[in-house]
């Protein structure tokens, strides 16, 4: 596998972000950059996001399509142990356990399978008990297979809604 530069990638979303800033006068999206120590939890439990968060502290862009949100390292913390917060999917296609670094504006959780390490949404409708989510669920979509091409994608996402891009398909377009 070739070496995937997230420096790069985030240097661009920043750039983005703020183009997105301008067209709409206001200052809410933003794209920040860690510029302090690797966080152990993410380390511990979702190694693979290490190199990500290496880079990026967080992503909050509510104007992009419904909104796209990448959770500090802190706050995928905080909502690892709360029983609202899905940690695993049983039973249908995505079964396994599955840790929540993100969100979209519609209140959906960006997930990643930590076996295959796709990107999953999870819809803010489908039932979530005790950390478990029914995973025959039809509303369950694998966004992208990896974190990187979820990067490349969300890049895509930023540049097509600053071109309004007729028709384009949005990652969140199949829930909304």
């Not at 999917?89 to 504006?105: A, H």
């Not at 519609?106 to 390490?117: D, Y």
Request: aromatic letters at 10%.
């Amino acid at each position: 596998m070739t070496h995937f530069d997230y420096n790069s990638i985030f240097q661009d979303m920043q750039r983005l972000a703020k183009q997105v800033n301008d067209n709409i006068q206001t200052d809410d999206n933003e794209v920040i950059l860690n510029t302090g120590e690797p966080n152990p939890f993410v380390a511990e439990h979702v190694p693979v996001l290490s190199e990500m968060y290496a880079i990026l502290h967080r992503l909050d862009l509510p104007d992009v399509y419904v909104g796209y949100f990448i959770h500090s390292p802190d706050k995928m913390q905080l909502d690892y142990g709360r029983l609202d917060s899905p940690a695993s999917i049983n039973g249908g296609p995505f079964e396994g356990k599955v840790i929540r670094f993100g969100s979209d504006g519609g209140g959906s959780s960006l997930v990643i399978h930590v076996e295959t390490k796709s990107i999953l949404l999870i819809p803010s409708f489908v039932g979530i008990e005790n950390q478990i989510v029914d995973g025959k669920n039809e509303n369950i979509f694998c966004v992208a297979p990896n974190i990187q091409i979820f990067l490349k994608r969300l890049k895509q996402d930023i540049q097509h809604y600053l071109q309004n891009t007729p028709n384009w398909f949005y990652l969140t377009s199949g829930l909304y």
